[in-house]
């Protein structure tokens, strides 16, 4: 069974304070993606990596795709309060149309 | 202009009822998804449609049964609703379902079951 495993599953942090999520499968993926969710709405995709040892940054996000393909990190550097939500990184399962969604790190950042 | 709407927001019912969730897209996308947010986060997938035909049944219990009268339209019908199904049902479709192409959700249809 392909499952995607985060850490932390919680995470509380002050205004300006760095953190890393992280995102790891004992599969190989093709390309991963990390999606954000706030309160009341659905899952918006941040990025996609597709390259093993890739990094991609987004503004003060910086995702980086690991050499085996099998796992992701996600930095975020001086955190702000418009950063808070659900962060979940998602795959296809190979070969197939289906998606499936980490376990999910909930990211609190207070002001 | 909405991408994916989804009907209605909130639902509130009690055990053994019937109800339907109608979705919408107008990405001119071939994908559509439902997807169950349970209690804890955790996204799971449904079912997922392309160009109509359905392509993932995810051992999802028949009281759900799916409707895609076209690809700009995923419906999602319950019959006999159950204390288990409360959550969050999330309407997503992408390009294709190929690997690389994101997924564009609706904001989710909170289910609540008396």
């Known amino acids: 069974t392909q499952l995607l495993e985060q850490s932390p599953q919680f995470l509380s942090i002050q205004e300006g304070e760095n953190l890393t999520v992280y995102c790891n499968s004992s599969s190989v993926f093709s390309s991963l993606q990390w999606y954000r969710q706030e309160p009341g709405e659905g899952p918006v995709l941040l990025v996609t990596v597709v390259t093993g040892g890739e990094v991609k940054k987004l503004k003060r996000l910086t995702f980086q795709f690991g050499d085996a393909r099998k796992d992701s990190s996600l930095h975020i550097t001086a955190a702000q309060t418009g950063d808070t939500g659900l962060y979940l990184c998602?795959?296809?399962?190979?070969?197939?149309?289906?998606?499936?969604f980490g376990t999910g790190t909930r990211l609190k950042v207070l002001a | 202009d909405t991408a994916v709407s989804q009907t209605p927001k909130y639902l509130v019912t009690q055990m053994g009822n019937d109800k339907s969730i109608k979705c919408e897209q107008n990405l001119g996308h071939d994908t559509m998804y439902w997807y169950k947010q349970d209690s804890k986060k955790f996204l799971k997938i449904m079912f997922s449609?392309?160009?109509?035909?359905?392509?993932i049944n995810e051992t999802v219990p028949n009281r759900f049964s799916p409707k895609s009268p076209d690809k700009a339209h995923l419906n999602l019908h319950i019959n006999s609703l159950e204390l288990g199904d409360s959550a969050v049902y999330f309407c997503?479709?992408?390009?294709?379902?190929?690997?690389?192409?994101?997924?564009?959700f609706g904001d989710g249809t909170r289910l609540s079951i008396l």
């Open positions: 998602a795959s296809h399962r190979s070969g197939t149309y289906k998606y499936i």
């Open positions: 997503a479709s992408s390009l294709s379902g190929g690997s690389n192409q994101p997924q564009h």
């Open positions: 449609y392309n160009n109509k035909e359905l392509i």
